[in-house]
């Protein structure tokens, strides 16, 4: 069992910046890299950003260059940072760990962003 924690949302004004953090539990040798998704209100879920465990975190193209994915071994934590926040980045943002034994992977339950204009 693996078990993720995402805190951090809220509420913020456009242009402003929020940082989410991810922790991670349980059996995590078979935990690959963890993904940040989002999923906006009427939207499906869509991939915001994955980080292995040694390689260059990669973006989608809607976040990149305001969006930094990071991660902190010692603490077992992943970070979201937002900067330059815009109305369209309001949703619920949840990781995702990807494991070897598990097809589906291993989700936390979600932290609300939301973006006023």
């Known amino acids: 069992q693996v078990y993720l924690v995402e805190s951090g949302g809220g509420s913020v004004q456009a242009g402003g910046s929020l940082t989410l953090s991810c922790a991670v539990s349980g059996r995590t040798e078979s935990i690959s890299h963890i993904d940040w998704y989002r999923q906006g209100p009427g939207l499906q879920r869509e991939l915001v950003g994955v980080?292995?465990?040694?390689?260059?975190?990669t973006y989608a193209a809607s976040v990149k260059g305001r969006f930094t994915i990071s991660r902190d071994n010692a603490k077992n934590t992943v970070y979201l940072a937002m900067n330059s926040l815009k109305p369209e980045d309001t949703a619920v943002y949840y990781c995702?760990?990807?494991?070897?034994?598990?097809?589906?992977?291993?989700w936390g339950q979600g932290t609300q962003v939301t973006v006023s204009s």
């Open positions: 980080i292995g465990t040694g390689g260059t975190p």
């Open positions: 995702k760990a990807a494991d070897s034994f598990r097809p589906d992977g291993w």
